[in-house]
C-alpha cells in the first residue's frame, strides 16, 4: 500500500530498468528466488477527478484563476471585519461562477468517466490454465496471452504469437491511431506461428524482452526467445511484430497475441496529449484591463481611506453626537483602523471587478464554437466531412492572422497522384494508353500488340513493382482468410477484383502504373512476392526490408530471385539516391529529375545493387545483428542500412503528379488581400515546390524570386542574405518572392535569425523547401517571437505538421489522406484547403468583433456600476454607507445586464457574411487587435465614467434637496435615491448595447427588452413584500413609491437621453465624415439590399416568368446572392396580387436580350411600390 502510495505521488517510479521481461502465459522460472515485476493494470483512464477528489481538486483549479482567488479574498474579509455590504454581494455571485464550471467539468468528466467504464468492461478472451477464458478487458495483465477475432479492436498492446493462417501474418487497419485505412500486415515469428491452438498456446516456453513503454507508434524494439526441446531460440521483434491497442483486425479469422503494453502504458494511452495551453490575443488584453482596473480599484479605496480621516480631523465630523464611539473603537490601533477601513472601501468597490466576465466568455467561446460545425458552406459533400472545433479558446484569434504557414502536398494539393512520367536509363518515357512511349515518338502500334521493352526497362519496371509496402484487397474482402494460396487468386486475376493500399500515395501510383504497363503486382505470401510481366508468373523470396525513414529519405527491399541472385532494389528523393550511385546515366536522370520538378511533378529515384553469394552473408550477418539489438538498435540499423545502400547502379527515376485542391489559387489570393501573408512549408525538392507555388498562385509571375539554396558554410549564407536584403531595397519591383531550402535555413536560423527575418518581412511570399518536421516548427517560431510578435496560423494534414500545427497560435488540420495525426493535434479541422478563407474572414471576423464588444462591455457597465457608489461616499463623509441594496449589488451582473450581452456575442454581424467574403480588405479593419486597442479601452472606460456622473449627479439635481416628490409630502430617501440611480443605469447601459447592435435577431429583442422588464417585474415583486429571512426590510415599498412620482419618470427619461444622445451623434458623425471601411460596406450593403428587393418585386409578371433585368443580376452580383456566372433571376420570392406564391421559374437571360423596363427613377422604391 505504501508502495502504491509512493508510486502515485511520483516519489516511487514502478519501472527502474530500460527493458522489461514478459514471461509469455506467465510462466515464471520455477528456480531462484524470482520477483516478478510490477506492471500497471490495462484500464484506460481518461477521466480527470474521482468521487473522493472532484470537490478539493476542482476548486483548487478554479481559484488558481486570479479573478476567482481576489473575490475569493474579498468575501473572507467581508466575513472577517465589519464591512457595508453583506458577504452574500460576492460569496453569491462566486458561488454562481463556482458551481456553473464545476457543474460544467463534473459533466464532462462524468461522460469520460462513461466511455472509460465501457472500455474497461468489454469483454475479451484470455488463455488460463488451458482453457479459453472470457473476462473482462480491465483484468488482461502483462503476459497473459489474448484471443482477437475479425473485425475486433486489440485490448491492449500485443506482440503477435500466431494467426488462423499458415504463415503466422494478420492484417490490420490503425484508422482510429493515425487515420490510416491501408491494410497493414503484422508478422509473427515462425518458432510460435505454429501454435495455433489453446493447447499447443499453454505449452509454449517463451519470454519477451522489450523496452519499457513509449509513445511513437512506430517504434518497438524487442527480442523473444524460445525455448525448444531445451534450445533457446532468439528472434528479433519490431513494430512489424506489435499490434497496438485500438488497431482493428482485418481479413483474418483470429489471432493469438501476448500483452506487452497494458492500460496507461500502451502506446495509445501515451499518446493521449494535452496540448499545451495556448492564449488568445484576447484573453491577453483582458487580463491587461484586469491588472489596470484591479488599480482603479486601490486607488479608489486608498483616497477614499484618505479623505475619510482628512474629514474626520474636526471633530464634530469625527465623533457625532448621533453616533459616539464606544470605549474599544477609541481605544484600538490607528494602524489597525486604518486597514479596516481601507478593505472595507476595497469590499465597497470590489464590483468593478466584474467576476461574471469569465463564465460569460467561457459560455460564449463554448456555444459560439457550435457555428462553425454548422456552416454549411465548410462541409465537404464528397468526404461527408464537417468542420470541427476542438478548441473553442481561440475562437477569437481566427480574426487576428497575420501569417499562414502551410503544408503543400495534401493541403494545397489532393495528394492523389497520378502517374505522368519516368526516365529510365536516360531516356525520357510517357505513359500511352496502358504503354511506354520515348519522348518524341507517338503510340503507333496496334492495339492488343505486346509492347517491347528492352532490359533496362523491364528491370526498373520491376523495382517499381517489388520495392514498396503495398498491400492488396481482393473483392470479396475475405478472400484472403484462410490459409489457401493468395496466388490463387491473382493467376486469373482482374482489375476489377484487385485493389492496392498504400500508406504512401506515391507508391500506390506507382505501382498501379507498372500494372497498367504490363508488370504487375499480384500479392504476397510470407516472405514471397510475386509479380506477373506480361502474363508471365515470376516469384521472388523477401529477405529484408529496409523502411523507409526521414533521414535516409528512401526505402529499399532486398530479394532473391527466381534465379536464386540476390538483389536490392531501391527508391527515394533524388538527393537521397545520386550521391550513393557510381553507374548508370547520372547526368541525363538529374536533368530529367530536374525538368519533372519544373514540371510541378514529384520525383522519385530508382537504383538497385547485386550481391555476390559472399557480399549478402556479410549484409545478413550486418543486418540480423543490428535487428537483435537491445541497446542503441536505431544506431546499428542506420549503419548497416548506409554500408548496404551503397555501389548503386542507376535505374531511372519517376515523376508522379499531384493535382492543386479546388480553389486553391482563389483562396491564397482573398488571405493577401486580407493582409496575410502566406509561407508554403515543404518537404518537395525546390523546383517542384516553386511550381507548384506560381500555378497556386502563391507566387505570381511578376514577382521577384529571391533564393537562398545551396549555402555550405555560414560566412556564405550571411552573404548572401546581405546581397538579397540589399536587393530588395534597391528593386522598384512592389512584391518579391523568397525561396529557401532547409539545409540553408539551418545556416541562417543558427546565427543570423535577424538579418534572415529582415528578408523575409519585406517579401510577400516565402517558399521554404526541403522541410524537415522540425524546422518548420522552428520557422513558425522565429516568426511567432519576433519583436511585433504577429499571430501565425499552421495548416497541414499529415504526421510531419503536427510540430508546426502546435506551436502556431492557432493550429488547423486538413482531413486528408495522410492519417488523422494533424487533426487530432489542431484546434480546428476542415476538410479542404479553400474552406480556411471562409473560417478566417468570416468566422474570424465574427468571433473577434463579438468578444472584442463584450469585453469592453462588461467593464463599460462595471465602471457604471460602481462609480455612483464612490462619488455618493462624498455626501455620506466617507462612512462607507452602501447606494444600492444588496440583493441589486448581487444580481446586477448575474440577472440584469447579463443576457443581452451574451446574445449579442453570439449572433452580431456588422457585415453580412457575402460581404466579408468578397471583400477580404474588410478584414484588415480588425488586425492588430484593434478593437481593444488601448485607445478603444479609454474610450469605453471614460464613457462608463461619463455616464455614471450624469447618473449621480442627474438624479441628484433633478430630485433635489428640498423637492417634494410624493402625494402626500414626503421627501425621497436614501434608498429611494439609490434606487433611481440604479434603474437609470440598468437601463442605459442595456440600450448602449441595443445601440452598438447592428444584426437584429428576435433573440435579440427579447433578451434586451426582456431584461428591462425583468428589472422592473423583480423590483416591484421584491419591493412589495415583507421578506421574514431578512434582517432589514429597506425596500419595502420604495420601487411602488419611485414609480408612483411623475418627476421620477422625468428623470429616467432625461437621464436615459441625456446619455446615449451624444453617442447617437459620435455614431452619425463618425460614419458620414470618417467612414471606416467596414461602415462603407454596411452602407453599401444596406442600399444594394433594399434596391434589389425592389428590382425582386417588379421581376415577376403576371403569368409567372422572370424579368429581371441586368441591373438585378449586377445587384445580386454585388451583394454575393448568386455567383458572378449565373444570369438568372430568382423568383421564388414573388407574390402575386392575391399574396399566393408564384410557381418557381427561372428564365436564362442572354446577354444582348433587352431588358425589362425598369426605370432607374424604381430603385429607391420600397417593395410594395409596384403590383403586377
Known amino acids: 500500500m505504501l508502495r502504491w502510495i509512493r508510486q502515485q505521488l511520483g516519489f516511487d517510479p514502478p519501472h527502474q530498468s530500460d527493458t522489461r521481461t514478459v514471461y509469455v502465459a506467465n510462466r515464471f522460472p520455477q528456480h531462484g528466488h524470482y520477483i516478478p515485476q510490477r506492471f500497471a493494470d490495462n484500464r484506460i483512464i481518461s477521466s480527470k477527478y474521482t468521487i473522493w477528489n472532484f470537490v478539493p481538486k476542482n476548486l483548487f483549479e478554479q481559484f488558481r484563476r486570479i479573478a476567482n482567488f481576489y473575490f475569493l479574498i474579498i468575501f473572507l474579509v467581508q466575513l472577517m471585519i465589519d464591512t457595508p455590504t453583506s458577504p452574500v454581494t460576492s460569496g453569491l455571485p462566486l458561488f454562481f461562477v463556482i458551481t456553473v464550471t464545476a457543474i460544467k467539468q463534473g459533466y464532462e468528466d462524468w461522460l469520460r468517466h462513461k466511455a472509460d467504464n465501457e472500455v474497461n468492461g468489454a469483454p475479451v478472451f484470455v488463455v488460463r490454465s488451458g482453457s479459453l477464458v472470457q473476462t473482462r478487458s480491465k483484468n488482461i495483465r502483462v503476459g497473459d496471452i489474448v484471443r482477437v477475432a475479425k473485425d475486433e479492436t486489440f485490448p491492449a498492446d500485443l506482440v503477435l504469437l500466431s494467426s488462423d493462417r499458415a504463415d503466422g501474418t494478420c492484417h490490420i487497419t490503425t484508422a482510429s491511431l493515425d487515420g490510416e485505412t491501408n491494410l497493414k500486415t503484422h508478422f509473427s515469428v515462425a518458432e510460435t506461428s505454429v501454435c495455433q491452438s489453446v493447447s499447443q498456446l499453454e505449452a509454449l516456453q517463451a519470454v519477451v524482452e522489450c523496452q519499457q513503454p513509449e509513445a511513437d507508434l512506430y517504434r518497438y524494439v524487442g527480442r523473444i526467445t524460445v525455448t525448444q526441446h531445451g534450445e533457446e531460440i532468439v528472434r528479433p521483434l519490431g513494430p512489424e511484430n506489435l499490434l497496438l491497442r485500438g488497431a482493428r483486425l482485418k481479413n483474418t479469422k483470429e489471432i493469438f497475441g501476448v500483452a506487452v503494453y497494458t492500460g496507461m502504458e500502451s502506446k495509445m494511452a501515451l499518446n493521449y496529449k494535452c496540448k499545451s495551453q495556448k492564449r488568445s490575443a484576447v484573453e491577453k488584453s483582458m487580463n491587461t484591463f484586469l491588472i489596470i482596473y484591479l488599480g482603479i480599484l486601490l486607488f479608489e479605496a486608498i483616497l477614499s481611506t484618505i479623505l475619510k480621516y482628512a474629514w474626520q480631523a474636526e471633530d464634530k465630523w469625527d465623533e457625532p453626537f448621533y453616533n459616539q464611539k464606544t470605549e474599544q473603537e477609541r481605544n484600538s490601533s490607528p494602524i489597525l483602523q486604518f486597514i479596516s477601513d481601507f478593505l472595507a472601501f476595497l469590499v465597497l468597490y470590489n464590483f468593478i471587478i466584474p467576476i461574471s466576465l469569465y463564465v460569460t466568455v467561457e459560455m460564449q467561446k463554448f456555444l459560439g464554437s457550435f457555428f462553425i460545425g454548422w456552416d454549411l458552406d465548410l462541409y465537404h459533400e464528397e468526404s461527408d ?150 502474363g508471365k508468373s515470376e516469384k521472388y523470396k523477401l529477405l529484408h526490408v529496409l523502411e523507409f525513414d526521414a533521414d535516409r529519405r528512401r526505402m529499399s527491399v532486398i530479394l532473391q530471385t527466381p534465379s536464386g541472385g540476390k538483389v536490392l532494389f531501391t527508391k527515394g528523393a533524388e538527393s537521397a539516391i545520386l550521391p550513393f550511385t557510381t553507374g548508370g546515366e547520372i547526368e541525363k536522370t538529374r536533368l530529367h529529375v530536374d525538368e519533372f520538378a519544373l514540371k510541378g511533378l514529384r520525383t522519385l529515384v530508382v537504383a538497385c545493387r547485386h550481391f555476390s553469394p559472399e557480399e549478402y552473408i556479410d549484409v545478413d550477418r550486418r543486418l540480423n545483428s543490428a535487428r537483435t539489438a537491445l541497446q542503441q538498435r536505431e544506431e546499428r540499423l542506420q549503419e548497416a542500412f548506409s554500408y548496404i545502400e551503397r555501389d548503386l547502379q542507376l535505374l531511372g527515376a519517376t515523376g508522379v503528379e499531384d493535382k492543386l485542391q479546388d480553389k486553391v489559387q482563389e483562396t491564397i489570393e482573398a488571405l493577401r488581400l486580407a493582409g496575410i501573408k502566406v509561407w508554403v512549408l515543404t518537404g518537395d525538392k525546390h523546383e517542384t515546390a516553386v511550381s507548384v507555388s506560381l500555378s497556386c498562385g502563391h507566387f505570381h509571375r511578376t514577382m521577384n524570386i529571391l533564393e537562398l539554396l545551396q549555402q555550405r558554410s555560414d560566412n556564405e549564407c550571411a552573404e548572401q542574405l546581405r546581397r538579397l536584403a540589399r536587393r530588395i531595397k534597391e528593386d522598384h519591383v512592389i512584391q518579391h518572392g523568397l525561396v529557401v531550402d532547409g539545409a540553408s535555413l539551418s545556416l541562417a536560423l543558427r546565427e543570423h535569425e535577424k538579418l534572415f527575418m529582415e528578408v523575409c518581412k519585406n517579401c510577400s511570399a516565402v517558399l521554404c523547401c526541403r522541410m524537415a518536421p522540425l524546422q518548420k516548427a522552428k520557422v513558425v517560431r522565429l516568426l511567432k517571437t519576433s519583436p511585433e510578435k504577429p499571430i501565425t496560423l499552421a495548416i497541414g494534414d499529415g504526421a510531419n505538421d503536427v510540430s508546426m500545427i502546435q506551436e502556431a497560435h492557432v493550429g488547423i488540420g486538413i482531413m486528408g489522406k495522410e492519417g488523422r495525426q494533424a487533426v487530432r493535434n489542431s484546434d480546428y479541422a476542415i476538410a479542404r484547403f479553400k474552406f480556411l478563407a471562409k473560417l478566417l474572414l468570416v468566422h474570424g471576423h465574427f468571433y473577434y468583433i463579438r468578444i472584442a464588444t463584450l469585453v469592453q462591455y462588461f467593464f ?53 457574411p457575402h460581404v466579408l467574403q468578397n471583400k477580404p480588405g474588410l478584414y484588415r479593419d480588425i488586425s492588430k487587435n484593434s478593437l481593444l486597442s488601448f485607445r478603444t479601452f479609454l474610450y469605453w472606460t471614460l464613457l462608463g465614467f461619463c455616464h455614471a456622473f450624469v447618473f449621480f449627479f442627474g438624479s441628484y439635481i433633478l430630485m433635489g434637496e428640498d423637492t417634494t416628490l410624493m402625494g402626500n409630502g414626503q421627501m425621497f430617501g436614501n434608498w429611494t435615491f439609490g434606487t433611481l440611480v440604479f434603474t437609470v443605469m440598468v437601463i442605459t447601459v442595456t440600450l448602449k448595447l441595443a445601440l452598438e447592435t447592428h444584426f437584429w435577431t428576435w433573440m435579440n429583442h427579447f433578451v434586451t427588452w426582456g431584461s428591462i422588464a425583468f428589472y422592473f417585474i423583480f423590483s416591484l415583486f421584491y419591493g412589495g413584500i415583507i421578506w421574514p429571512f431578512l434582517h432589514t426590510q429597506d425596500m419595502y415599498f420604495v420601487f411602488v413609491q419611485l414609480l408612483s412620482s411623475g418627476s421620477a419618470w422625468f428623470a429616467i427619461i432625461i437621464i436615459v437621453i441625456t446619455c446615449l444622445f451624444p453617442d447617437v451623434v459620435k455614431k452619425v458623425f463618425y460614419r458620414h465624415v470618417q467612414p471606416t471601411s467596414t461602415q462603407k460596406s454596411q452602407s453599401l450593403s444596406a442600399l444594394q439590399a433594399q434596391a434589389l428587393s425592389c428590382v425582386e418585386s417588379l421581376c415577376c409578371y403576371q403569368h409567372g416568368h422572370s424579368g429581371c433585368s441586368r441591373l438585378a443580376r449586377f445587384l445580386e452580383q454585388m451583394t454575393g446572392q448568386c455567383q458572378a456566372s449565373a444570369n438568372h433571376c430568382h423568383s421564388s420570392g414573388c407574390s402575386n396580387r392575391w399574396g399566393g406564391r408564384r410557381r418557381q421559374q427561372t428564365m436564362i437571360m442572354n446577354p444582348d436580350e433587352s431588358s425589362p423596363p425598369l426605370g432607374f427613377k424604381n430603385l429607391g422604391c420600397s417593395p410594395d411600390c409596384y403590383s403586377p
Open 385 to 534: 466531412q464537417k468542420a470541427q472545433v476542438n478548441t473553442s479558446d481561440l475562437n477569437e484569434e481566427l480574426g487576428q492572422v497575420e501569417y499562414v504557414f502551410t503544408d503543400k502536398t495534401g493541403t494545397l494539393t489532393e495528394n492523389e497522384m497520378q502517374f505522368r512520367e519516368c526516365s529510365i536509363n536516360g531516356t525520357k518515357y510517357r505513359e500511352v494508353n496502358g504503354k511506354l512511349v520515348p519522348e518524341g515518338l507517338t503510340d503507333d502500334s496496334p492495339d492488343g500488340s505486346t509492347p517491347h521493352l528492352i532490359g533496362e526497362e523491364l528491370l526498373f519496371l520491376k523495382a517499381v513493382s517489388l520495392c514498396h509496402t503495398v498491400q492488396i484487397s481482393y473483392d470479396p474482402p475475405d478472400c484472403l482468410s484462410g490459409g489457401g494460396d493468395p496466388f490463387s487468386h491473382a493467376n486469373g486475376f482482374s482489375s476489377n477484383h484487385m485493389e492496392y493500399y498504400a500508406s504512401s500515395p506515391d507508391e500506390k501510383a506507382l505501382v498501379e502504373a507498372a500494372k497498367r504497363i504490363g508488370v504487375a503486382f499480384t500479392g504476397s505470401n510470407g516472405d514471397t512476392m510475386e509479380i506477373k510481366t506480361f
Open 860 to 912: 463599460y457597465k462595471n465602471v457604471c456600476f460602481i462609480t455612483p457608489q464612490f462619488l455618493y461616499q462624498f455626501f455620506c463623509l466617507f462612512s462607507q454607507q452602501t447606494l444600492y441594496d444588496s440583493v441589486y449589488l448581487t444580481l446586477y451582473n448575474i440577472c440584469f445586464t447579463s443576457l443581452p450581452i451574451l446574445v449579442y456575442s453570439l449572433f452580431e454581424q456588422l457585415v453580412h
